[in-house]
């Protein structure tokens, strides 16, 4: 596994993280959950990715990660990366959702206690809140690293002046944030679109992507139909619009290049996104090991030159 410096700063992730968003809820194996956990781990895999919603129900992820640490990685606290994250809506009333310090660090306070640990790595703002004050959310994420409660401030899906804004006022404040998480993969360029990536690689943070799969789409799921227990059929968030006929046929494309580079599908959308620059980690969801796996190898794998890159916008476009 390849390591990736964090924007300006000392802290390594590795090209691949785990994220707990699917697969990790209260009705989910738990030996299933487990063993992901663990062969990541074997595989250089570090970063687990969390957030206080994740489930269902919301917290149930987080809870479940704190029996597998207590279980599974008992006395490897320190070789592990964990995040988690607040900003949507956790519980009810007025102090159950947005950017309020109030909301903040009652979050991160009830996530910890969730995961039985004295802090994270990493806690996000998982999404902006225009009801609430820019300084006052970045003040409650300085505040929760300069109370002990997390090592490192970061935030998600901030679009690109909203991101340059917060950095100067953590960076101020002498908490700069070190990462921002967007939604990034081949089908979904916004962020570089849209100047997001610039704009983190101007103010020295990193940058994790999120969905670097496109919910599964850009795997060898959907080359041959739609399988009935696919997210396409079940999944809340999944964009229909990514599986037409025509898309389809763009996916087979770019499986036989894949294919020439002696890739899965999967590892090349992960490798195109690690071959954007200023991108660290790529955070992948998993139901089974297997998957896993085979994504892990993504990050020990040759970048993409500008040929290929080029090759890759000729198929899509």
């Not at 990034?184 to 994790?208: H, K, W, Y």
């Not at 996104?273 to 089974?288: D, F, M, P």
């Amino acid at each position: 596994m390849n390591y990736n410096r964090c924007g300006r700063t000392g802290l390594l992730l590795p090209a691949i993280s785990l994220g707990l968003w699917h697969s990790f809820g209260r009705s989910d194996s738990s030996d299933t959950k487990r063993g992901m956990c663990r062969r990541a781990f074997d595989l250089g895999i570090t970063h687990f990715d969390l957030a206080n919603n994740y489930g269902p129900p919301p917290g149930s992820a987080e809870e479940a990660f704190g029996d597998i640490l207590r279980a599974d990685f008992k006395g490897r606290r320190d070789e592990l990366i964990i995040s988690t994250k607040a900003g949507y809506q956790m519980w009810d009333g007025p102090y159950g959702d947005g950017g309020s310090r109030k909301y903040l660090i009652a979050s991160l306070d009830q996530s910890l206690k969730r995961l039985c640990l004295d802090y994270v790595d990493i806690f996000y703002h998982h999404r902006l809140d225009p009801e609430t004050p820019l300084e006052e959310t970045m003040m409650a994420l300085d505040f929760a690293v300069r109370s002990g409660r997390a090592l490192y401030a970061g935030i998600s899906t901030y679009p690109a002046d909203k991101l340059r804004e917060a950095q100067k006022i953590l960076r101020d404040l002498g908490t700069p944030c070190i990462i921002n998480q967007p939604r990034l993969n081949m089908l979904q360029r916004e962020p570089i679109t849209q100047g997001v990536l610039q704009a983190a690689a101007d103010t020295g943070m990193g940058v994790i992507a999120f969905s670097p799969l496109a919910q599964g789409v850009l795997t060898d799921r959907y080359l041959n139909g739609v399988p009935t227990d696919s997210r396409a059929t079940h999944g809340k968030w999944f964009d229909q619009g990514m599986i037409t006929a025509a898309q389809i046929a763009k996916l087979k494309k770019l499986n036989a290049f894949a294919g020439a580079r002696g890739q899965t599908l999967a590892q090349l959308a992960l490798t195109w996104n690690l071959s954007q620059a200023g991108v660290t980690s790529n955070i992948i969801g998993a139901s089974k090991v297997s998957q896993i796996e085979d994504c892990a190898k993504a990050g020990e794998q040759t970048l993409l030159d500008a040929g290929e890159l080029a090759a890759i916008d000729g198929i899509l476009f």
